[in-house]
């Protein structure tokens, strides 16, 4: 859903144009755009959104 806002508010500027006034490259938006890379801390920032890590922990029984 971030990728449908960044498109939004890029509007009828080309990826270059767009990616300037967010501070990143044109190569590194159209890798986020066709899903290549992950959306980093700057883009996020700009939209409002944070990264949160959770860490998935499983314990399991071993029999000996």
């Known amino acids: 859903f971030i990728i ?3 498109r939004a508010e ?3 500027q080309s990826l270059r144009q ?3 006034i967010l501070g990143v490259s044109a190569a590194y938006l ?3 755009y066709t ?3 992950d959306i980093g801390p700057k883009l ?3 939209f409002g959104y944070r990264k949160l890590r ?3 922990v499983r314990y399991y029984k ?3």
Do not use: Y
């Open 30 to 32: 159209s890798d986020v």
């Open 10 to 12: 890029q509007g009828d």
């Open 4 to 6: 449908g806002e960044i």
């Open 54 to 56: 959770r860490a998935i």
């Open 44 to 46: 996020l920032e700009h």
């Open 62 to 64: 071993f029999e000996a």
């Open 35 to 37: 899903g290549k890379r």
């Open 18 to 20: 767009f990616a300037i």
